[in-house]
């Protein structure tokens, strides 16, 4: 969500003059971050290892729910 709201912001800086200087004083390091941070959670399993640990905790609560 906070990248989404970063490059919202960036965009709407394109329409202004200060948009370089914004970008500037961020030596253009956050674009880099976010594409890096993109890949390695495309490619370091990270959506395997979530979907796995979200059916432990869905199978943990429906087992706490059924009392017998």
Do not use: C, D, W
């Not at 993109?38 to 905790?57: D, S, T």
């Amino acid at each position: 969500m906070l990248t989404m709201n970063y490059l919202g912001i960036s965009f709407m800086l394109l329409t202004f003059e200060n948009a370089g200087s914004f970008s500037k004083t961020l030596y253009h390091f956050v674009y880099i971050y976010i594409v890096l941070l993109f890949v390695i959670f495309r490619f370091g399993g990270i959506p395997k290892m979530a979907a796995k640990l979200e059916e432990k905790i869905k199978a943990k609560t429906q087992g706490a729910t059924t009392v017998k």
